[in-house]
T-cell receptor
């Protein structure tokens, strides 16, 4: 089955800095890669996703890049703000049939004012 | 506005008790999932269901069972709770492929403590 590795497990940055979280996956058939954000005490919510026919996707201050050859994808957050502090999860799946998401172990991002 | 509702936010049970965790979604989603969340281990899939009466094992099904008698309701059952099942349990639902495939909507979670 799919295995998703996520690094780092914790990340501390100063407000205004950029943050990068990296994930690798094992199943070359995976073609859907979402990122979920979980604020303290709240439910995980999708913030951005990318499919394998796209190399990069941006939404305001967040972007995701995908390298299918190397089987890794990354989340980039620019101009970080304290409200970006949360746990971020990457995931991977095949976007067909009855496939399920396999999640990474999460990255706790702390943005200090 | 809440779309996935978990009936219990906090439960405390004793070892050996039978535990029911209930989840209801109002989005007419076919797919429903139960995940377990533990610090440092991320979200691990326990069971999932793509249709009424249907269930499939996820990555860590041991010690759990599920029930899906109606499309909107997916229940997680711990037949005999053990201390290593102390955890946060998250229910989620999604549309089938082709309709926002695999975009999960999560419930608020049920934190279970087994003494």
């Amino acid at each position: 089955g799919e295995n998703v590795e996520q690094h780092p497990s914790t990340l501390s940055v100063q407000e205004g800095d950029s943050a990068v979280i990296k994930c690798t996956y094992s199943d070359s058939a995976s073609n859907y890669f979402p990122w979920y954000k979980q604020e303290l005490g709240k439910r995980p919510q999708l913030i951005i996703d990318i499919r394998s026919n796209v190399g990069e996707k941006k939404d305001q201050r967040i972007a995701v890049t995908l390298n299918k050859t190397a089987k890794h994808f990354s989340l980039h957050i620019t101009e970080t703000q304290p409200e970006d502090s949360a746990v971020y999860f990457c995931a991977a799946s095949k976007n067909s049939g009855y496939s399920t998401l396999t999640f990474g172990k999460g990255t706790m991002l702390l943005v200090s004012p | 506005d809440v779309k996935v509702t978990q009936s219990s936010r906090y439960l405390v049970k004793r070892t050996g008790e039978k535990v029911f965790l209930e989840c209801v979604q109002d989005m007419d989603h076919e797919n429903m999932f139960w995940y377990r969340q533990d610090p440092g281990l991320g979200l691990r899939l326990i069971y999932f269901s793509y249709d009424v009466k249907m269930k499939e094992k996820g990555d860590i099904p041991e010690g759990y069972s599920v029930s899906r008698e109606k499309k909107e309701r997916f229940s997680l059952i711990l037949e005999s709770a053990s201390t290593n099942q102390t955890s946060m349990y998250l229910c989620a639902s999604s549309s089938p492929p082709g309709q926002g495939a695999n975009v999960l909507t999560f419930g608020a979670g049920s934190r279970l403590t087994v003494l």
